[in-house]
């Protein structure tokens, strides 16, 4: 059965020092201290230590081998989307990362499949690079829960949903710049708090801003199964139904209307969660993501479905089909 992880991580093995070339703080540079190890620091601090799976496709290729997985959706780590930097410097880093991953896709055609970065700061130069990137052989791109703070209905981020519709491109909301996390330093809890609770803030705002009424060919997959929003959901319609003045103020449709029209991936480390998932979305819309090849992934890339005794053409729709309908590919170029 083929099996494609729409969930992972990947960067060049050599970024340029922005901070030096654009004089600010803020980008992320690579200190390759040691043997296949790598820091990640921004400015003096000290980020994430990474390995060479993080940036080397033979070694990640021979690593999803052990876990009989075909394919690899790939996208940058979301520390470098750059949205804080000025508008032509976020475009310069956005192609940079691109250009990097075209050239990993066309390379391993049938290994790797590209979602892009936008300088989503700077809308009109984001829908360009949209533009360019499709020309390139990326077939969607990953963008931030909020982007600097703000949230996904903005009418500003029109111009790119309306570009992502109109390129036939898809959509990954990835969880980043949790909220909050200046108050929760300790335990980890920006990742296991305010991660998923980012994602139900993407969802709710594109819900109620209403941009699937607006744009109803966007094909979008948000990632962690939801975060928390598929398990709040009933909290979520109570407040619709009862504060219409508050929550129906841009769009008088149920939120729960969305399932099954968005996508979400697997990521749940729970089988009882993940059958919650499934019977809310239907598993022609839950994707298999690991969020590879970080520690708090299901780095055995599903495995655990494959022991949950589901109906075949379920795990199938899961390993593959719903990707591939996500990302408007053909199962045959896979194979
Ligand atoms: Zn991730």
Known sequence: MLKIDMHTHIIPKNLPDWSKEFGYDGFIRLDHHKSSWARMMQGDQFFREINHNCWDPEVRIKEYDKFNTHVQVVCTI?????????????LKVAKFLNDDLSNLVNKYPKKYIGLGTLPMQAPEMAVEELYRIKK???????????????????????????????????????????MGKEHMSRYWLPWLVGMPAETSRAMCSMIFGGIFEKFPLLRVNFCHASGSFLSTLGRIEQGFNCRPDLVAIDNNHNPKKYCGQFWVDCITHNPEMLNYVLKMQGSKRVTLGSDYPFPLGDLEIGEFINKMQLEENVVEDIFCNSTLEWLNLKKEDYL
């Not at 979301?78 to 976020?90: R, S």
């Not at 309306?162 to 949790?178: F, I």
């Open 78 to 90: 979301p520390v470098l989307f750059a949205y804080f930097a000025q508008p032509e410097h976020g």
């Open 136 to 178: 390139n052989g990326l077939v969607g791109v990953q963008i931030g829960s909020n982007i600097n703070n703000k949230n996904l209905n903005e009418p500003e981020f029109f111009p790119i949903w309306e570009a992502c519709e109109k390129l036939g491109l898809s959509v990954l909301v990835h969880p980043w710049n949790m």
